[in-house]
């Protein structure tokens, strides 16, 4: 069981998973309070100098592995952020939600807790609307670990300090779903129907802190996508324009993982994210999105 209160003088920020969206959560803390400490959790000594040349205080190590985690600093806030890596050698189940509950076991029980889970989760393919309310019976491993680590939030912490931020597509400057592709002139592969939801990198690390900023009544769940589902092929030609390049081509090979992953389609309603959470996105629909995204003009 987690201690039943804070230390005496916890403070700071940790985040624990300080990839695409996590990083850009510390920068957005450390750039609103250099004073305030940021410590970033990986698994890797050579990030962790990278990290500390940042000015984040860097901790080394791994959620699957409970001995590890002795030594966490006790923080008021904390961001678990972490993406599935198949390299660690770990299922879906091991890392996800065995890594949250080992996680939660180090946390003190008032520390204010920010989950970045999935729109992956929902399993509707009508083209549907979809909020808070709505059912979730995901098929994906991706989307069925998210929600079981949900479940573990729920059943641990009752009456905790929590919030679930169920991410639409990430995109934003360097990664942009399928940009390469374009560019290249490849054939573009999956269905050009049904709709991609996303949310720009920038508005899902805002999400993240206006969380932390709600009082006490706040919502346990918000799903975060911007305010305009797309549908893929017109996504992907707007890639193209943006790029100053040929339209795209698409071919289907109803046997690969991405077609599987493609059967989604839904629409994301974001009223709640919305009215409680961020009232203006910085890039409330894609086109503004791709045209920051793609100035940089690299993408991964």
């Given at each position: 069981m987690p201690p039943t209160s804070p230390e005496k003088h916890a403070t700071g920020t940790l985040i624990v998973g300080t990839g695409y969206v996590g990083?850009?959560?510390?920068?957005?803390?450390?750039?609103?309070d250099p004073s305030e400490p940021v410590y970033t959790v990986t698994r890797s000594p050579k990030k962790a100098e990278s990290l500390a040349a940042q000015g984040f205080h860097p901790?080394?190590?791994d959620w699957t592995d409970r001995r590890t985690l002795a030594h966490l600093p006790p923080c008021r806030r904390v961001l678990v952020a972490v993406s599935y890596d198949p390299r660690g050698g770990k299922t879906r189940e091991e890392s996800q939600v065995g890594g949250l509950g080992n996680l939660l076991d180090h946390l003190h029980a008032?520390?204010?807790i920010v989950y970045l889970s999935s729109t992956g989760v929902f399993h509707q393919t009508d083209g549907?609307?979809?909020?808070?309310?709505?059912?979730?019976?995901?098929?994906g491993a991706g989307g069925l670990a998210h929600l079981r680590a949900e479940e573990l939030l729920h059943r641990r912490r009752p009456?905790?300090?929590?919030?679930?931020?169920?991410?639409?597509?990430i995109y934003g400057p360097g990664r942009v779903p399928r940009g390469k592709e374009v560019r290249s002139g490849r054939p573009v592969e999956g269905p050009q129907s049904g709709y991609l939801n996303l949310i720009h990198r920038e508005d899902a690390a805002r999400a993240v802190l206006a969380?932390?900023?709600?009082?006490?009544n706040r919502h346990r769940l918000y799903l975060v996508s911007d305010d305009v589902p797309v549908v893929r092929a017109e996504f992907y030609r707007q890639v193209a324009r943006t790029l100053g390049v040929a339209p795209p081509t698409f071919t289907a090979d109803a046997n690969s993982k991405l077609s599987a992953r493609s059967l989604s389609n839904k629409r994301i309603w974001n009223r709640?994210?919305?009215r409680h959470l961020?009232?203006?996105?910085?890039f409330p629909d894609y086109v503004r999105g791709l045209t920051d995204s793609l100035k940089s003009g690299t993408m991964t």
């Amino acid at each position: 069981m987690p201690p039943t209160s804070p230390e005496k003088h916890a403070t700071g920020t940790l985040i624990v998973g300080t990839g695409y969206v996590g990083l850009r959560v510390a920068e957005l803390l450390r750039d609103r309070d250099p004073s305030e400490p940021v410590y970033t959790v990986t698994r890797s000594p050579k990030k962790a100098e990278s990290l500390a040349a940042q000015g984040f205080h860097p901790v080394i190590a791994d959620w699957t592995d409970r001995r590890t985690l002795a030594h966490l600093p006790p923080c008021r806030r904390v961001l678990v952020a972490v993406s599935y890596d198949p390299r660690g050698g770990k299922t879906r189940e091991e890392s996800q939600v065995g890594g949250l509950g080992n996680l939660l076991d180090h946390l003190h029980a008032e520390a204010d807790i920010v989950y970045l889970s999935s729109t992956g989760v929902f399993h509707q393919t009508d083209g549907s609307w979809v909020d808070e309310s709505s059912p979730a019976r995901p098929a994906g491993a991706g989307g069925l670990a998210h929600l079981r680590a949900e479940e573990l939030l729920h059943r641990r912490r009752p009456h905790g300090r929590w919030t679930i931020l169920r991410l639409a597509g990430i995109y934003g400057p360097g990664r942009v779903p399928r940009g390469k592709e374009v560019r290249s002139g490849r054939p573009v592969e999956g269905p050009q129907s049904g709709y991609l939801n996303l949310i720009h990198r920038e508005d899902a690390a805002r999400a993240v802190l206006a969380a932390w900023d709600q009082p006490e009544n706040r919502h346990r769940l918000y799903l975060v996508s911007d305010d305009v589902p797309v549908v893929r092929a017109e996504f992907y030609r707007q890639v193209a324009r943006t790029l100053g390049v040929a339209p795209p081509t698409f071919t289907a090979d109803a046997n690969s993982k991405l077609s599987a992953r493609s059967l989604s389609n839904k629409r994301i309603w974001n009223r709640r994210l919305r009215r409680h959470l961020l009232r203006e996105l910085s890039f409330p629909d894609y086109v503004r999105g791709l045209t920051d995204s793609l100035k940089s003009g690299t993408m991964t």
